[in-house]
């Protein structure tokens, strides 16, 4: 049985509790609708318990654990501890009514990743935000919601990056932005200048890389919009592709999509700036706004 990471999120535990789950019935040749009336359920609550996307009663685990033929106690013992682990609320749990369904995998995801990889386009990544330019984002985008529950989406961006401030067991992020979100005046001119100050600010992190793909390298390979690939430490979790619609997501893990989305990122890293020039280009546009 694995062993959990430390710092592994119950997202990412849901998908490799699911994950054992698959084998221990692929490995009996038990089919989903068998294993779905053992336990009082249907193929499809399997099929979503095995993609980790619900969470976990511990007598429906047990369950199938003896219809697999886990009957070692010291092996059962680790999968029940890693049921109970994986059912434990994130931090994000207190934000559940502000955040859509689509949206939390991610949130569960990106703490318990080990890499992001992000392209985007129109705004600076929000785990790079100031507070200023994350209120003047979701002002901008959340008509009709109250001046109290903006603060509170606020607060969860906020949050949210305090991943990137783990000593250990943090992730490296590398963002590719579009020179256009840089010189989009969201919030004025002062918001701008302090983001700005702000992306200089964690380029002098050792786990923060930020390149920018300028306006006059015209077209490239990522057209079609924003993306992030997570990496995790367990070998056993696949990366994840995570890309963002007006009102649900999308989450890859199949080897074909995410070679390809890897490979796009692998170009738009070669044409955009290196470090350095980011710096200098960070530099002129804020002398410029």
Avoid at 56 to 81: N, P
Avoid at 253 to 260: E, G, L, N, S, T
Wanted: net charge negative; with cysteine.
């Amino acid at each position: 049985m694995t062993q959990t990471q430390p710092g592994s999120g119950p997202t990412a535990l849901r998908i490799l509790l699911g994950s054992q789950l698959r084998r221990l019935r692929e490995a009996k040749g038990i089919s989903r609708e068998e294993a779905g009336h053992l336990i009082r359920g249907s193929e499809s609550k399997i099929s979503r318990m095995e993609l980790g996307r619900v969470g976990f009663k511990e007598r429906d685990v047990a369950d199938l654990l003896t219809l697999y033929g886990v009957e070692d106690e010291e092996a059962r013992a680790s999968v029940m501890e890693l049921v109970a682990k994986a059912n434990e609320p994130g931090w994000w749990h207190r934000f559940n009514d502000l955040l859509p369904s689509w949206f939390q995998a991610y949130v569960g995801l990106e703490e318990a990743a080990s890499r992001i990889r992000t392209y985007e386009v129109q705004f600076i990544p929000g785990l790079l935000q100031t507070k200023e330019y994350a209120r003047a984002v979701i002002t901008a985008g959340a008509a009709g919601i109250s001046a109290h529950e903006i603060a509170r989406r606020v607060d969860l961006r906020m949050e949210r990056q305090r991943v990137l401030d783990k000593d250990r067991d943090g992730p490296f992020f590398w963002a590719v932005i579009d020179e256009a979100a840089l010189r989009r005046p969201i919030g004025g001119v002062d918001v701008m200048r302090a983001q700005i100050e702000h992306l200089l600010e964690l380029m002098r992190r050792p786990n923060i890389t930020i390149q920018v793909i300028p306006f006059d390298y015209g077209g490239h390979s990522a057209e079609g919009g924003a993306f992030s690939i997570l990496r995790f430490k367990d070998p056993e979790l696949p990366d994840v592709v995570y890309v963002e619609q007006l009102a649900s997501a999308l989450y890859l893990d199949k080897r074909d999509d995410v070679d390809r989305y890897s490979e796009v990122m692998e170009r738009l890293c070669a044409v955009s700036t290196t470090p350095d020039e980011t710096v200098d280009l960070l530099t002129r546009i804020m002398r410029e706004i």
